[in-house]
């Protein structure tokens, strides 16, 4: 299993982020398996953040990615947010929808809906442009590294989210045990760890490019959340699937832990 994990260098050099834009963020007014499961993902996330409860003035964001849909409720409910990815096209992708770049991916859409869900459509570019201007950073970050965003210090964060970062980016259960360890470090005694993960699926395509991912039951994962420290406060499964052509995915988990308070 260990010999086909996707390492690094193929996430700097092969991870191309339109196509993954393309493949799992194309958000139509169709019943596509990809629409399903982001429109309840974005569900989970409007109830976190407006709940009034996770906030705060800082969120990062650990594995950004190429996409801000996960950010757009957050942006409500933290003064400044930071974005982090290991990949260099991935954070230059970020920032040509966070500078209005031309060639930046259009997420209106995905706005307009989560605008809906939090009861005005209307207000999209008001949100786009608010997100815009809480984030403050978009750094370089490894999450198998104990300082994950070095050199880079920052104060501890009130929230940290992770999606789909952490079962792609760890070869197994003891990296992924070290890794959530290093990114405690990183938040508040107090703070929330907000996480989305892809369930009992062992790879994903982004065109023709194999990704390996650690293949892991909802068990697993609340019991490594709760091995690295956290108090486990939600464990919800999304049960849709994206396109068999796509990945092997059954559901996806959605936690909210919280770091202890000393
Ligand atoms: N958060 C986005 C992207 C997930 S894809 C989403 O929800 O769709 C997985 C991401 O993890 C990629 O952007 C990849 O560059 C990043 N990644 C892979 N290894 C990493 C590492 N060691 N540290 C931080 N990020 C990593």
Redesign the pocket.
């Given at each position: 299993m260990e010999s086909n994990f996707t390492t690094?260098d193929v996430?700097l050099n092969h991870?191309n982020p339109r196509t993954?834009l393309q493949t799992?963020?194309t958000f139509g007014p169709g019943p596509s398996n990809e629409s399903q499961i982001l429109m309840h993902i974005l569900k989970k996330l409007s109830e976190t953040f407006s709940s009034g409860r996770v906030k705060g003035d800082l969120l990062i964001?650990?594995?950004?990615?190429?996409?801000i849909?996960?950010l757009l409720s957050a942006c409500e409910s933290f003064k400044e947010i930071v974005a982090?990815?290991?990949?260099d096209h991935?954070r230059e992708e970020f920032n040509h929808w966070l500078k209005k770049e031309p060639e930046a991916f259009d997420w209106s859409s995905v706005v307009k809906y989560v605008c809906e869900l939090e009861g005005d459509r209307e207000k999209w570019t008001e949100k786009e442009e608010k997100l815009r201007k809480r984030v403050k950073q978009v750094l370089k970050?490894?999450?198998?590294q104990s300082q994950?965003l070095d050199p880079v210090s920052l104060p501890q964060a009130d929230c940290l989210l992770?999606?789909?970062?952490l079962e792609?980016?760890c070869k197994d259960l003891p990296t992924y045990d070290q890794?959530l360890k290093n990114l405690s470090s990183l938040l508040k005694p107090g703070g929330f760890l907000v996480i989305?993960s892809a369930l009992k699926c062992s790879y994903y395509m982004v065109g023709d490019q194999r990704f390996s991912n650690l293949f892991l039951t909802q068990e697993e994962i609340k019991a490594a959340i709760e091995k690295a420290g956290f108090i486990s406060e939600q464990s919800e499964i999304i049960p849709e699937l994206y396109s068999r052509a796509y990945t092997d995915n059954e559901g996806a988990l959605y936690s909210v832990g919280r770091k202890p308070n000393k």
């Open positions: 690094k996430y991870f993954y799992y963020y964001d650990i594995g950004t990615g190429p996409t849909y996960q982090s990815d290991y990949s991935n970050c490894d999450i198998t994950p992770v999606t789909y970062c792609s980016a890794a989305l």
